[in-house]
C-alpha cells in the first residue's frame, strides 16, 4: 500500500479547504431540477485510496462506469479532526462541519449524562419488539441535529417530493435525511423505525420483513467473491497480524463460534436457526450490503421514487464496510473482498435506476463517512513506528497528574472521587464539582493536563477548550480541524492529539478504528454521476461538504441554510 499523506497534507488541505468556504456557497435562484431522483450512497469507511488502489480490479458497470463516466474527485477530505459515524453522516448533506451542526462525536457527554448522536427516550421502536425494549434510552431521531440538510430545503421548496433513509445503522438513516423525511429505516433483526416518523411501518417495510428476505445468507458462507484473484498481491496475507475474528459466540462452557480470522467466515451465529447471533455475523459481512440494496429497490419500488416530475432523496448508507473494517483491518483481505462487492452493489444499483428511472434522469452520489487508520501491525511490517495504545493508560496517567498538582479528588455527591465527569477519548470532560472543591478551574486544570501530556508518549500535544473556542487566527492547522470539530456545551475541556499511526485499542486488542485528523481517517471518495456530470478523474481538493451543494443543484433547491462548503470548480458551470 503506498504511503498515506503526512501531517504536512494537513496544512495543503485546511488551507484549500478554508478558501473554498470563502465563496459563497448561494450564487443566485436554484434552477430548475435537472433530475426526477438523486441517490446518496454513503460506504461507511471506506478511505479514499481505495477506488484507486484496486481500480484495476473493478467491472465496467460499478465504480468504473462512475469514475471514467461521472466526476471523481481524487483529493476529498473532511476539514475537521473527529471523524466517525456520526459527524460524517450529519456532514455530507447539511453541507458543514460539526461546530455548526453539533453532531461531534457518535455520543457525547452534555448536561450531566453520555448521549446519543441519533436517539433519545422520547420516542419508541416501531415495530415495538421485545429484543429492543433494554434500549429505550437511544431510541432514533434527528433532535441533537442542529442543521438543516438537502433533504428539509427539499421538502420546503419543492412539496410532494419524497424523502427516505435507509442502512443498517440507525444514525446513518436518520443525520443525513433531515427533520421530516418520509421514513427513516435501520435494521435491527428486521428493518425498524420509531415514533419519531411514524406510528407503524409501511405495508411494503411490512412485505419485506415478512419476506423472510434477511434469512436468505443462513448457512452460506462467506468466501472470496473472486477465486480467480490473488488476494494477497493487492492486500495482505489472510489472518494477517492483529486483525480480528468477528462475530463471537459461547457455545457451552469451553467452545466458542466464530466468524473466524481467516476465509471462509461461516454465517451462522453458531446457531442452528436466524436468530441476534446470525443478524449479527450477517451484517459483519457483505452480504449486509446484499440486503440493504434489495430494501433499497423495493423502496424505489414500492414509494414511486423518480416516478414523476418532482424530485425525490434517496439516502443508503452501507454500514458492513464498516463493521467488516473494524474486525480485520483496512489492508485485509476481508476489506479487499467488501470493496469488490461494494463496486458490483454499484453497478447493481445503476443498472436498476437506468431500467426504472431512466438513464438521465437520476443523480448518484458516493461517499463515505470517514476512512480508518492501517493496524499498527501492518505500519510495522511497511517500517513505520506504530503501536496499539490503551486510552484508559493515557487517562490514568492524567488523573495521578492531577492529584500530584493538586491534590486527592474528594468525593462530590454519590459520584466516586475523580477528576473527571467523562473520558472518551479524544475528549476529556472535567467534573466541575471535582476541581471547585480542589480550588482550582476549568482553564487552570486543562492548562495543567495540556503540559503534562506535551511529554506523554504517544501523545503529540493537547488542546485545551480555550484554545479550541478561540476564533484567534491559527497557522496551526491541526487545531482548526480541532476547532471544526468542537461545539460548545458537547466539546470537552481537553482534546488529546495521538501520535499518526498509533492506534487506540488497548495493547493487546484486534482489528481497528478511526476517529483521528490524519489523512487515512479523513481521505474519502467523493464521486457523482448524472446529467451533465462528466470530466472523470479531478484533483482540485475538495470535501464530503460539497455533495450537498451539487444535490441542491441537480435538485433545484437552495443550498441547507448552514453549509458553507460549495460546488467544485469543475462542476460550477454545468
Known sequence: MRHLAAPVLLVAVVAAALALALVSVRSGPPGPPRVRLAVLVVFDQMRGDFVDRWRPLFGPDGFARVQSQGAWFTACHYPYARTTTGPGHASILSGTCPDRHGIVDNAWYEGGATVYCAGSPRYEFVPALPHLAARKGDVGNPDRMLAETVA??????????????????????????????????????????????????????????????????????WARSRPDLDYAKWSGADAGPGEGSGVQVREGKDKVWKQGAEFPHPNTGGKDKPGREYYDALSNSPFGNELLLQFAKECVTAEGLGADDVPDLLVVSFSSNDLIGHTWGPDSQEVLDVTLRSDAVVAELLRFLDAKVGAGNYLVGITADHGACPLPEASRARGLDAKRVDPGAIVAAVDKHLTATFGPPAATGDKRPGW?????????????????????????????????????????????????????????????????????????????????????????????????????????????????????AFAEPTTPQAMAAIFAKWLGVRPPRKADFPLPAALRDR
Request: charged letters at 20%; proline letters at 8%.
Open 420 to 536: 473527571f465527569a467523562a473520558t472518551p477519548v479524544p475528549w476529556l470532560y472535567f467534573d466541575p464539582k471535582t476541581l471547585a472543591v480542589a480550588g482550582t478551574n476549568r482553564e487552570a486544570a486543562a492548562a495543567t493536563v495540556a503540559g503534562f501530556l506535551a511529554t506523554y508518549p504517544s501523545v503529540v500535544r493537547a488542546y485545551t477548550r480555550a484554545e479550541v473556542e478561540s476564533r484567534a487566527p491559527t497557522t496551526d492547522a491541526v487545531l482548526g480541524l480541532v476547532r471544526r470539530s468542537a461545539y460548545p456545551g458537547r466539546s470537552g475541556d481537553v482534546f488529546v492529539l495521538m501520535r499518526e499511526w498509533d492506534l487506540p485499542s488497548g495493547t493487546t486488542g484486534t482489528g481497528t478504528t478511526h476517529g483521528s485528523p490524519y489523512d487515512y481517517d479523513r481521505h474519502v471518495p467523493l464521486m457523482v454521476f448524472g446529467p451533465g456530470v462528466s470530466g472523470g
Open 152 to 221: 428539509d430545503a427539499l421538502r420546503a421548496q419543492r412539496p410532494g417530493a419524497k424523502v427516505f433513509g435507509l442502512s443498517l445503522k440507525d444514525r446513518s438513516a436518520i443525520l443525513p435525511t433531515g427533520r421530516r423525511p418520509d421514513g427513516a429505516f435501520w435494521f435491527d433483526r428486521r428493518f425498524v423505525t420509531s415514533t419519531y416518523y411514524a406510528d407503524r411501518l409501511p405495508p411494503w417495510v411490512e412485505r419485506f420483513n415478512a419476506s423472510g428476505a434477511a434469512d436468505a445468507w443462513f448457512g452460506k458462507d
